[in-house]
């Protein structure tokens, strides 16, 4: 009987390091893609980020999308590029908004009912601006689970601390567009 209390112990101890080797992988490559989405939404490219500010100081648009159109595979991530200039005559605090609208197909040209997983960060900020400053905010786009040949449209907005019929919302609201491809 000796034995297979010992074999017993045996298998089980083995069982336990296993789960928790097992276990220890789980958690760092879970903390390994929560720091890679962090990272990807912080990163803009430089060119982009000079078109965005160049948007901005050539118009009197309170926010500006330059590039508002992408095509993504399945799991891909493209940020875009949301700038904005405080016009307001003191510092304030700007939110970003971000949200989903519609789907359309492309053969069919209608409105497809598609349930949608989290692809955006649905609200970013608030960023304190001063008067006449200008602040440019990453807004990364995941095509998470979705179907080939479809348009996914987005709205971003911007809302701000201060009088009501400024800020909410603060400029134009401007639409995303991602098509999701091969």
Known sequence: MNKKA???SADFLTGLIIAVVVLVLAVFALTMFIGKTLETKEQIDA???A???ELL???NEKIVIPVFKADL???QTYVFALGI????EQASNFTVH???LSAYSEQQQNPVSIPIEKWIFEKQGPYEIAPGEKKIVALPVRAVSAEENVLYVF?????????QALCNPYGYKQQIEVNVVR
């Open 6 to 8: 010992f074999t017993l």
């Open 47 to 49: 060119q982009l980020q």
């Open 51 to 53: 078109d965005t500010d």
């Open 57 to 59: 100081t050539m118009t």
């Open 73 to 75: 595979k399945t799991g």
């Open 85 to 88: 200039k405080n016009y307001l």
């Open 98 to 100: 971000m949200k989903f």
């Open 155 to 163: 709205e971003a907005y911007v809302t701000c601390t201060g009088l």
